[in-house]
Antibody, heavy 112, light 113 residues
Framework: EVQLVESGGGLVQPGGSLTLSCAASGFTIGSSWMYWVRQPPGKGLVWVSRINPDGSGIGYEDSVKGRFTISRDSAKNTLYLQMTSLRAEDTGVYYC?????WGQGTLVTVSS | DIVMTQSPDSLAVSLGERATINCKSSQSVFSSSNNRNYLTWYQQKPGQPPKLLIYWASTRESGVPDRFSGSGSGTDFTLTISSLQAEDVAVYYCHQYYSNPIAFGGGTKVEIK
């Protein structure tokens, strides 16, 4: 069964850092386009970062460029999102997505 | 990048009546190599992740009630709830996975009139 499990969310102060993890099972993350999708409270879905199978197609949504870094560990079959210089507007549920397969999400709250 | 536009933003329908949600993509999401439209519909209730209802534009996910149906091809798609039930109150999103980056519609909130 294909499954994605996110972790690493929490409460962080503005300007702080956090790293999200997405453990994959049932497939190899290095063989797929993988996304981090964010949903601010009460709002819609927006992709914030993506990585293609060979790693040459890394992309970021404009508001997170220079602050977020996507990566993966093939040995652990895990996707990561390193988030720095966090802002209040980064608050939301972060989902790990492969095509039409979603994780349950992890909540990130940026507040003092 | 493909842009997805959903309408209406919200919809109030009486119990047992039909609800129709539209989704338009800025480019075709149809693949002639396999004759499939790379378009899904999700249902999201408060505090829950999006739940897959329809994929390939018209294929119902296992366990989804048959009152939910998807139609359309190319750039224009529709999600229909044939007889709205109380448990269908939610926000519905369309999503294209034909090309990268993926894109989502803005969502349609369905309520009971």
């Amino acid at each position: 069964e294909v499954q994605l499990v996110e972790s690493g969310g929490g409460l962080v102060q503005p300007g702080g850092s956090l790293t999200l993890s997405c453990a994959a099972s049932g497939f190899t993350i290095g063989s797929s386009w993988m996304y981090w999708v964010r949903q601010p409270p009460g709002k819609g879905l927006v992709w914030v970062s993506r990585i293609n199978p060979d790693g040459s197609g890394i992309g970021y949504e404009d508001s997170v460029k220079g602050r977020f870094t996507i990566s993966r560990d093939s040995a652990k079959n895990t996707l990561y999102l390193q988030m720095t210089s966090l802002r209040a507007e980064d608050t939301g549920v972060y989902y790990c997505v492969k095509s039409i397969i979603w994780g349950q999400g992890t909540l990130v709250t940026v507040s003092s | 990048d493909i842009v997805m536009t959903q309408s209406p933003d919200s919809l109030a329908v009486s119990l047992g009546e039909r609800a129709t949600i539209n989704c338009k993509s800025s480019q075709s999401v149809f693949s002639s190599s396999n004759n499939r439209n790379y378009l899904t519909w999700y249902q999201q209730k408060p505090g829950q992740p999006p739940k897959l209802l329809i994929y390939w534009a018209s294929t119902r996910e296992s366990g989804v009630p048959d009152r939910f149906s998807g139609s359309g091809s190319g750039t224009d798609f529709t999600l229909t709830i044939s007889s709205l039930q109380a448990e269908d109150v939610a926000v519905y999103y369309c999503h294209q996975y034909y090309s990268n980056p993926i894109a989502f519609g803005g969502g349609t909130k369905v309520e009971i009139k």
